[in-house]
């Protein structure tokens, strides 16, 4: 597994946080005893999936180190709203017989954490099909409408954004895709190009059911975008290095 500083490095070069503030955000969760411990440099603790998802929930939720500790006891404990599970429940025998089958169910990882910071350790553990999804062979990005246009999707990017809302304490996680879409007639001449965003996948984790705003708790939203290369990333130097 890869060691703490190269992992730090990494969310450096995706701009998360500067070098030090990361170093801080780590020190704290390892000091309440969140993340594996060890020395500095050559003694530097391996870093596992857990640590990473810690780390990066942490930078998620605030933007003081300081407060990391606290609220990723608050928010990495998050459950799934009764409503979300009654759903699980309903679609689980579809789950089961696609799986049996050998059918790519791509987010079965995800339904299937049971706390928010499950979800985010499951999201690190992710193969680099899932955050490519051109790599996957189930994938059909061509098809035609009922007119008879052929439709040809380029997948550019996805992106987990993370929305969460401090006076009634909850985290949605979005899985957004950022594709080009390419139109053409029956005859195969081009007629359009555009941009799209997708969203194939949403989960709500929370304390409670919300009822809403109210004068004595508004809500407070924070909103926060990770680039899936970076989660790939990280998966990869953990696996390489271990």
Do not use: C
Request: charged share 30%; aromatic share 10%.
């Amino acid at each position: 597994m890869a060691r703490l500083p190269a992992l730090l490095d990494l969310m450096t070069e995706f701009g998360v946080a500067e070098r030090r503030t990361l170093e801080v955000y780590a020190r704290k969760l390892r000091e309440a005893g969140l993340i594996s411990e060890g020395r500095k440099g050559v003694g530097a603790a391996r870093v596992t999936p857990r640590d990473a998802a810690m780390i990066v929930l942490a930078t998620m939720v605030t933007d003081s180190p300081s407060a990391g500790p606290n609220l990723i006891a608050e928010y990495g404990s998050l459950k799934i709203l009764p409503g979300y599970r009654r759903e699980d429940d309903l679609a689980k025998e579809e789950r089961i017989s696609k799986r049996e089958a050998g059918i790519n169910i791509e987010f079965d990882h995800l339904y299937d954490a049971n706390t928010s910071i499950d979800a985010l350790e499951n999201l690190i553990k992710s193969p680099d099909y899932f955050w490519v999804p051109e790599l996957n062979l189930f994938s059909q990005p061509i098809e035609r409408d009922k007119f008879g246009k052929i439709i040809r999707r380029n997948f550019l990017n996805r992106y987990v954004t993370a929305k969460f809302d401090r006076a009634h304490p909850n985290l949605e996680i979005k899985v957004e895709d950022s594709i080009e879409v390419f139109e053409n007639d029956e005859f195969g001449n081009k007629s359009s190009v555009k941009f799209d965003i997708t969203i194939p996948f949403e989960r709500k984790w929370s304390k409670r059911i919300s009822f809403g705003e109210t004068n004595d708790r508004p809500r407070f939203i924070k909103t926060v975008a990770y680039d899936g290369r970076l989660l790939m990333d990280i998966a990869n130097l953990i696996k390489v290095s271990g």
